[in-house]
T-cell receptor
């Protein structure tokens, strides 16, 4: 099992461009979480998705940010019209089907977004 | 809303010395507490969780509900323990489904173990 995959590992965008970050969960995992780590801060929850469903997006900025986890393919975190304040490390985590307790989340290596 | 505080951003000890990484939390219900570790150039990985009550790599952590703390301890630090450590919380039981599985992290503590 290759673990949670994220690509690209590094992404540079100019202000106003779009950023697309991809996350492939571990095999057999149907739950995906996205977290953001701003410089000098801890990881902050953004969104929790299951296949074709957004379960909790309470941590997502109201504008410009969206996420999806289609039936086929990776989960995508999309940031439109990026601004310098979006520069951060974005981490994806996956977990298996929840069985009544909070299952362990397995993290990807992260995507480091730099906005020029 | 829940909150996790790690008061020490940096912690340095010598090899063989005891180490304690502090973690305090605020949450009105019963949380599930975790310690995650990130070694240099590696991804974030789970070190231990309080419900397991196990010792991983010599580390232990006890949930103290009275003091709302979940400090990470190791009696004899090793150089390979040098890493970034994050304390994290998940509300439990399921708070209506909207916060299930959502980890709240502290800001992290960089542990350096000197030879």
């Amino acid at each position: 099992n290759a673990g949670v995959m994220q690509n690209p590992r590094h992404l540079v965008r100019r202000r106003g461009q779009e950023a697309r970050l991809r996350c492939s969960p571990m095999k057999g995992h149907s739950h995906v979480y996205w977290y953001r780590q701003l410089p000098e801060e801890g990881l902050k929850f953004m969104v929790y998705l299951q296949k074709e469903n957004i379960i909790d997006e309470s941590g997502m900025p109201k504008e410009r940010f969206s996420a999806e986890f289609p039936k086929e393919g990776p989960s995508i975190l999309r940031i439109q019209q990026v601004v310098r304040g979006d520069s951060a490390a974005y981490f994806c985590a996956s977990s298996p089907l929840l069985s009544g307790r909070a299952d362990t989340q397995y993290f990807g290596p992260g995507t480091r977004l730099t906005v020029l | 809303a829940q909150r996790v505080t790690q008061p020490e951003k940096l912690l340095s000890v010598f090899k063989g010395a005891p180490v304690e990484l502090k973690c305090n939390y605020s949450y009105s219900g019963s949380p599930e507490l975790f310690w995650y570790v990130q070694y240099s150039r590696q991804r974030l990985q789970l070190l231990l969780r309080h419900i397991s009550r196990e010792s991983i790599k010599g580390f232990t952590a006890d949930l103290n509900k009275g003091e709302t703390s979940f400090h990470l301890k190791k009696p004899f630090a090793q150089e390979e323990d040098s890493a970034m450590y994050y304390c994290a919380l998940i509300p439990f039981p399921n708070a209506g489904g909207t916060s299930y599985g959502k980890l709240t992290f502290g800001q992290g503590t960089i542990l350096t173990v000197h030879p």
